[in-house]
């Protein structure tokens, strides 16, 4: 059986996780404080993913910029295409946390949303 | 000055720790409570994190810096709690009385009952490195560019290093990548990051940008604009070792060595501060040695996660608004103070400092949270504390870091059942 150590990425707590793994197969997952520490391991052996975070445009605002997230984590290959769509996204003010700035990023199926209000 | 207004309670700063420190103060029964920030809006450095790892203590879920602070904003708005915005405040007297300036009102005083000092902290400056080579333009510290990709809609430059690896600098190790920068090396003075462990990874690891753990930056080439850097590995005293020096060509180099409170509103007034922590000194309640004034967050020690900023800003402001509530109802609040005795905290071994300093048994609520930091990397090892010089409780800790602060908690009814204890000491012991 072999073993992989990662760090999870959760939350700072950066707990580090010992993955026992036979082949492909996950056997078992140690050291993790919390139950998304094993969600975390399984996933980032199998199907790493990220949530992105970037800022986009704000025209006649009371900010020049508003922060946007995707809604979801999405696969970590996808996250360079998934800022390089929003590089000339515009928005005219007002816009409000949590709406839809973008649909379906880079072919994920996950939508960008604002993370912050601008007047 | 015709010009004073008054408030029960007057909060300098209006970021994370401000925000919950009036939040806690109006849920205790102040509502003469203002908050007074020198930016254009509340939030404080949240506004600036746009990225995602907030709340998960508080909210119990994962949240962007601008909307946690959000959550927080719009509970003043719900609590009806008065601010002013674009306001400097210039002075704090040590009875309370804080004078401040705005373009709308000019120069204005405010008497206060009880002063919470949130004002957080400063990054440490080029100057305060001691690195040799011209000063061209190009050289920003980490916070500065953060403001400037994510708030202000710019890049800094195209090809960067970065000094420094505390959290900010690994996360504008990202944005600048995502940005379309080139990131070429972080380098860190110290044999170990000053940055939590989860920013390595997903800051770093994910975009294959190097981390030269005692390293430094030794020449600084460029008379107009930055041109680019050496490199050079330090020894066990910090000093390059010659023959080890290499050249990054760059136009941009970013510093994240450090964060420093920002105390000059408190030393004005005669708050005493703690040389590790350049913090003010206080006790369980996180008063300062100055009756009333409270202090929280980033100012009274540099915190690594707004969670506990949050929490701990809210024990103060429940803690202000017990002070006031007290001022009012009894005028000898001094000699009840007197009467009962502080036990001292101190630090042994591996251990730099702690908050608060001094912990009075009959003041201090049923628990009592602890925190500090450590001077090293300690691996198994035991976080010990003894009343006395007697052992009354150990932790095994697989790993203890200068760059993740640690807390123990103590409880009222240990410390009652010593009822002479005169220090309690805090340290790191070998497993």
């Given amino acids: 059986m072999e073993e992989k150590n990662l760090i999870c990425i959760n939350c700072p707590l950066g707990c580090m996780l010992t993955v026992a793994m036979d082949g492909k197969k996950i056997v078992s997952v ?12 399984r996933k980032e052996l199998t199907n790493p993913t990220r949530i992105v975070t970037s800022t986009v445009r704000v025209l006649g605002g009371s900010e020049s910029m508003v922060s946007v997230k995707t809604k979801e984590d999405i696969p970590k290959g996808k996250v360079l295409e998934c800022v390089r769509a929003l590089k000339d996204v515009v928005l005219p003010a007002p816009v409000k946390i949590g709406d839809v700035i973008l649909e379906d990023a880079a072919g994920t199926g996950v939508s960008i949303v604002a993370t912050k209000n601008v007047q | ?12 700063g209006g970021g994370p720790a401000g925000l919950a420190a009036a939040v806690a103060a109006k849920k205790n ?83 206060a009952g009880a002063v919470i000092l949130a004002m957080g902290c400063r990054e440490r400056p080029r100057g305060a490195l001691n690195i040799p080579g011209f000063r061209p333009a190009g050289i920003f510290s ?107 060509s760059c136009d941009t180099l970013l510093l994240s060595v450090g964060l420093i409170p920002e105390n000059e509103l408190s030393a004005g ?35 690594d996660l707004v969670d506990f900023v949050s929490e ?32 001292r905290l101190t630090v042994g071994t591996g251990v730099r400092y702690t908050v608060p300093e001094t912990i009075c048994a009959e003041r201090m609520d049923e628990h009592q949270t602890v925190r500090f930091r450590v001077g090293g990397v300690y691996k198994n090892c035991y976080v010990s504390v003894y009343f006395d010089g007697e052992r009354i409780s150990r932790r095994k800790k697989a790993v203890v870091a200068p760059g993740e602060m640690e807390e123990i908690m103590l409880t009222k009814k240990q410390l009652m059942e010593y009822p002479d204890l005169k220090e309690i000491n805090v340290r790191i012991e070998e497993a």
């Fill in chain 1, 30 to 41: 140690a050291g993790n404080t919390c139950r998304r520490g094993d969600t975390y391991a």
């Fill in chain 2, 1 to 12: 000055m015709n010009n004073q207004l008054s408030a029960d309670i007057v909060i300098i």
């Fill in chain 2, 29 to 111: 029964g102040i509502d003469r409570i203002l908050i007074l920030e020198r930016d254009r809006e509340l939030g404080g450095i949240l506004n600036q994190c746009i990225h995602n790892g907030f709340g998960l203590h508080t909210f119990k879920e994962e949240l962007t810096g601008p909307e946690y602070a959000a959550r927080f904003i719009g509970q003043i708005l719900e609590l009806n709690i008065a601010y002013k915005l674009n306001t400097m405040v210039m002075d704090i007297s040590r009875d309370k009385v804080v004078t401040a300036m705005n373009r709308e009102e000019g120069l204005f005083e405010v008497r």
């Fill in chain 2, 312 to 343: 701990e800003a809210a024990a103060a402001g429940k803690n202000a608004a017990a002070y006031v509530r007290a001022a009012k109802e009894t005028a000898g609040r001094a000699a009840e103070r007197a009467s009962f005795p502080a036990v």
């Fill in chain 2, 142 to 248: 980490a916070g500065t560019a953060q403001r400037l990709v994510n708030m202000e809609g710019y890049l800094p430059g195209r090809e960067v290093v970065i000094l420094g690896s505390g959290d900010i600098g690994l996360i504008m190790a990202r944005r600048m990548t995502l940005e379309g920068a080139k990131v070429k090396v972080v380098a860190e003075l110290m044999p170990y990051s000053g940055g939590l462990k989860r920013n390595i990874v997903q800051c770093l690891d994910d975009y294959g940008i190097p981390l030269k753990l005692s390293h430094t930056v030794v020449d600084i080439k460029g008379k107009e604009r930055l041109e680019g850097i050496t490199l050079a590995e330090v020894d066990g005293r910090g000093k390059p070792i010659p023959g080890t020096e290499e050249f990054y």
């Fill in chain 2, 269 to 303: 007034m005669g708050v005493e501060l703690n040389p590790v922590t350049s913090g003010p000194r206080v006790n369980e309640s996180l008063e300062t040695n100055i009756e009333g004034v409270f202090a929280c967050g980033n100012v009274l020690h540099v915190h």
